[in-house]
């Protein structure tokens, strides 16, 4: 075959250092947009992306030749890099260590990003925690306990 053809749908989540609510509704937007823009230059392509006050849904399409790891490492550390630079801010921001990373075929698309979108709803009734803990048991993913989560009382 002479060309190469892909179709790629990762959904990364990650959460805000010590999951600590920074990410406040003012700069929400702001802070999305620049992420969708880190998400373009790295040859892949943004489809959602909600950022929540400890963490962050994001959605793309992913070619072949991207490393998840290198994009993720790419899409944190520049937009933290943008949030303290443009002190969005009071104080400094990093993002915590590690991610998830899940993939979706075509037919899912659709209720993923209802899912991105409805952050706030969703979050009303279920935790981070929960959550992320659900994905990881419906993905079956193994995992332990102690790494999940660095709360700001472990500090």
Known sequence: MANSYSQLYVQLVFAVKYRQSLIAPE?????????CGIVNNINCRPIAVYCNPDHTHLLIS?????????????????SSRFINEEKLINGHFEWQTGYGAFSYGQSQIETVKRYIYRQPE?????????EYLALLKAFQIDFADEYLFELVDKE
């Open 122 to 130: 969703h979050h009303k009734q279920n935790s981070f925690q929960s």
């Open 27 to 35: 700069i929400r937007e702001r802070v999305e947009k620049y992420i």
């Open 62 to 78: 992913i070619k072949p030749i991207v490393c998840v790891a290198d994009a993720v490492r790419d899409i944190k550390s520049f």
